[in-house]
């Protein structure tokens, strides 16, 4: 069974893995914008705090789960459920992983299909033109290319292209090879972007407000925005790293590879804050507060450049890459519930899912033309927005993943024994000195945090 299922190559491939299903959109757009209209460096650090007390805990549920029953969610909750309280309902979690994953994706593809775009534009020049004038370039995007309902669904198709192949030649012959290529590309555009942001004017006061904390600035709004972005970051609450955890063998440390895999992703975040804030900073551009920065204002600061076509060209690259690892493990998910629950192969589930919602992004992509506002696109936002782009993410980030992660931390805490758990945890790792710590992360601190979220959905309170 384990062996037609696949597993990684080794350690080095499932770190790799793992980390690009979590860092994607929401490092390199949605954590820089949430944290300029969060005022910096207070909420970097509860930002922090909820990844080592929240994320990585739960991180560790899920890969636990995966390995211990080599399945993916549907299967693996059922699995283990099954002579404990509750019984096969906790297989309804994993289904609610595979819708989370069939959503998300239904949109998250429809943003990074724009990244292809923009990375033409780049190197065919037009993108350095359209931003010599900051209005002419919001004109286009909110107008001529979001309205575009041809080309909207042209690049998201292409985009679930290249996630429907990648899943299609499996766990190491495509996924973690996809990785191994685009992990280090992207860690290398980063560096030479940094390098770039700390020649420029900017960059000390960029890092001042990430890192200078002022707490008289701090609401419980920024603090639960803080923890659902911790969520969607690491990629948690939908069984994606239990999937990507029913691939390791029993050698590898399980709470190591969460606390890397956190690690490397939170770094990536504030890299990617330093380098925005810095390039913004030193141009005398006024920042809106729209989350479309990334799309309108960075090409504007570029423009200002010598080499602004080759810096437009790998910032979208780089943005690329990110989603193309994430989409990657969301179709995964979704793909593997056919594989193992429905016994189909990995070609045919693959082809099906990746067809099926493709298809139903379409009508997402379609959305976004005319009638919706630029304002009202939030990528993993509270607000519910107009148009079926907007109730798609509305359900999935407020509804599906805290849902998700809560019924993890429970099933994780209070139904799988102490014993279950820590024999788990040891393998490929030793005694685990931290377990108490973790239990405790786990069955208490986790399932109130993320209950905070869902009762301030049903009480309709927005973060701001
Ligand atoms: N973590 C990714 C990002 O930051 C998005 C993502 C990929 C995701 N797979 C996921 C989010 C699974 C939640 C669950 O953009």
Known sequence: MAESRGQWSGRLGFILAATGSAIGLGNLWKFPYITHENNGGAFVLVYIAMVLLVGVPIMIAEILVGRRTQLSPVGAFRILGQDKPGGKVWSGVGFLGVLAGFTILSYYSVVAGWTIHYTWL?????????????VGLQTYFGGEFLANGPQQIVYHLLFMGLTTGAVYFGVKGGIERVAKILLPLLFLILIILLFYSSTTSGFHEALRFLFIPDFSTLTTGSVLEALGHAFFTLSLGMGAMLTYGSYIGKDISIPRAAFQISLLDTLIALIACVIMFSIINSSNIDVSKSSTILFTTIPTVFAQLPAANFFNAIFYLLIGFAALTSTISLLEVVSSYAIDDLGWSRQRSTLTM??????????????LGGNTKLSSINLVGRESTAGIFGTMDYLASNWFLPVGGFLIALFVGWVLGARETSEELEKGHGVFAWFKLWRLLIRFVAPLAVGAIIVSVILGREYQ
Do not use: C, Q, W
């Open 354 to 367: 990746g067809s099926v919602i493709a298809v139903f992004g379409v009508l997402n992509a379609l959305s």
């Open 122 to 134: 780049s190197f065919t020049g037009k993108l350095a033109e359209l931003a010599t004038d900051p």
